[in-house]
């Protein structure tokens, strides 16, 4: 396509609010994440959800060769976290707390929620790739917290209508 405009269409999907997530896993035992947005709960029977990583990230060749990944659904109070996940190198977890969940992977303080999975398949997809993850273990962890939400290229709460 030679008159896409790559940038209006960028805009135009900030449109659709989403909550923020950081994928986990474990690589050679040290723990690897990068922020994410393309997470979406996929089906209930067999339990699926989906993650798109883009093919220019270095953290998640290292969740794929794990088998295994969890997506830690951040709290409104937890930019710090996603704006340390949205970098490429350095120590990511320098001064986060984490234990391992089911999968070896793993999960961060104070998040509102995990997903804990196995690496099911995964689809090519331009220069993303569709992550499909079997649930191993979840848990809504924080009920009071409110989510981390993306919106236009800013951050916000979710305040209700
Ligand atoms: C709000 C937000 C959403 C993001 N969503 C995704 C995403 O869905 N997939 C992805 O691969 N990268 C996403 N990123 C970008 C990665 O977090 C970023 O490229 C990171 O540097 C990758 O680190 P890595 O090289 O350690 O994998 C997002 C970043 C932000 C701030």
């Known amino acids: 396509m030679t008159d896409f405009d790559d940038r209006a269409f960028r805009n135009a999907m900030g449109n659709f609010c989403t909550g923020v997530v950081i994928a986990t896993g474990m690589a050679e035992g040290e723990p690897a994440g990068f ?3 393309s997470f979406v709960s996929l089906s209930l029977d067999p339990p699926l959800v989906a ?3 883009g093919k220019h990230s270095s953290s998640w060749p290292k969740l794929r060769d794990a088998g295994s990944f969890c997506i830690n659904i ?5 930019k710090p976290v996603c704006d340390a996940m949205a970098v490429s190198g350095g120590d990511k977890f320098a001064g986060l707390s984490w234990r391992p969940g089911v999968t070896g992977s793993p999960v ?3 998040v ?4 804990d999975c196995e ?14 993850g079997r649930v191993k273990d ?9 989510p981390l939400l993306f919106f236009r290229g800013s ?3 979710f305040s209700g209508v």
């Open 35 to 37: 922020a994410a947005q």
């Open 51 to 53: 993650l798109c990583p």
């Open 74 to 78: 951040l709290g409104a109070d937890q």
């Open 108 to 110: 961060l303080d104070g």
């Open 112 to 115: 509102l929620g995990y997903v």
């Open 119 to 132: 690496l099911e398949a995964e689809h090519d997809a331009g220069d993303h790739t569709i992550a499909i």
């Open 138 to 146: 979840f848990a809504l962890v924080d009920a009071e917290k409110l």
């Open 155 to 157: 951050y916000g709460a």
